[in-house]
C-alpha cells in the first residue's frame, strides 16, 4: 500500500506560479510518479510523469512552463510557471508501477484571468 498526500495547490493569477508537492509513504523500485489533473467536466489527463531513473515527459500543454522532479525523500515536485486559466483543475499526484496504480486525494489549482 502506498499513501500520497499532495500539497501546495491555491488561487494565483495567471502568468504567476505554484509548487506542488507529493509525499509517498514509500516508493518501489521501477515506479513511476506523476501528476494529473481534471477540470470540471473533463476526463482527468496526464500533466507530467518522472521515472526513478529521472526520465520525464509532459503533457504537449505544458512542455517549457511546468517541471516534474523528485528527491531522495520520497518526494514528487510540479513546478508551475506562467499559469493559465484553463490550468483551472484539481491535480493528483500518482504512483503507478508493477504493485499496483495509487492515488492522492488532489489538491485545487485556480488560476484567475
Known amino acids: 500500500q502506498v499513501q500520497l498526500v499532495e500539497s501546495g495547490g491555491g488561487l494565483v493569477q495567471a502568468g504567476g506560479s505554484l509548487r506542488l508537492s507529493c509525499r509517498a509513504s514509500?516508493?518501489?523500485?521501477?515506479?513511476?510518479l506523476g501528476w494529473y489533473r481534471q477540470a470540471p467536466g473533463k476526463q482527468r489527463e496526464l500533466v507530467a510523469g518522472i521515472t526513478d531513473g529521472g526520465s520525464t515527459n509532459y503533457a504537449d500543454s505544458v512542455k517549457g512552463r511546468f517541471t516534474i522532479s523528485r528527491d531522495n525523500a520520497n518526494t514528487v515536485y510540479l513546478q508551475m510557471n506562467s499559469l493559465k486559466p484553463e490550468d483551472t483543475a484539481v491535480y493528483y499526484c500518482?504512483?503507478?508501477?508493477?504493485?499496483?496504480?495509487?492515488w492522492g486525494q488532489g489538491t485545487q489549482v485556480t488560476v484567475s484571468s
Open positions: 500518482n504512483s503507478n508501477g508493477w504493485r499496483g496504480t495509487y
Open positions: 514509500r516508493i518501489f523500485s521501477g515506479n513511476v
